[in-house]
Nanobody, 123 residues
Framework: QVQLEESGGRLVQAGGSLRLSCVAS????????LGWFRQAPGKEREFVAN????????NYADSVKGRFTISRSSAENTVYLQMNNLKPEDTAVYYC????????????????WGQGTQVTVSS
């Protein structure tokens, strides 16, 4: 049973950078997709980025394209989210999630979730 644990969230000024990490305990199969989602107060959880664990193909929400980069380290069983040029509207709890069945951007398709890490961007 895979468990996910995020870290790296904190308060940062607009224009700054953060790198979030998500460590997976247990084996992550190559057919799995690991994703980052975020949820701001009063809003629904939304897709940010995902990556195929096996071949590393990535996909991004339009709102973060060109600013965020998702990557993974098979050796460390970790997926990262590098966030640059952060904006106040990026403020949210960021969640890491796993979908065993493959590609999706829909939260309900992901079967395993971390507890989340808070990112706050001040203006």
């Amino acid at each position: 049973q895979v468990q996910l644990e995020e870290s790296g969230g904190r308060l940062v000024q607009a224009g700054g950078s953060l790198r979030l990490s998500c460590v997976a305990s247990g084996r992550v199969f190559s057919s799995s997709v690991l994703g980052w989602f975020r949820q701001a107060p009063g809003k629904e959880r939304e897709f940010v980025a995902n990556i195929w664990w096996g071949h590393g193909r990535t996909n991004y929400a339009d709102s973060v394209k060109g600013r965020f980069t998702i990557s993974r380290s098979s050796a460390e069983n970790t997926v990262y989210l590098q966030m640059n040029n952060l904006k106040p509207e990026d403020t949210a709890v960021y969640y890491c999630a796993r979908n065993r069945r493959g590609y999706s951007t829909i939260p309900n398709d992901f079967d395993t979730w971390g507890q989340g890490t808070q990112v706050t961007v001040s203006s």
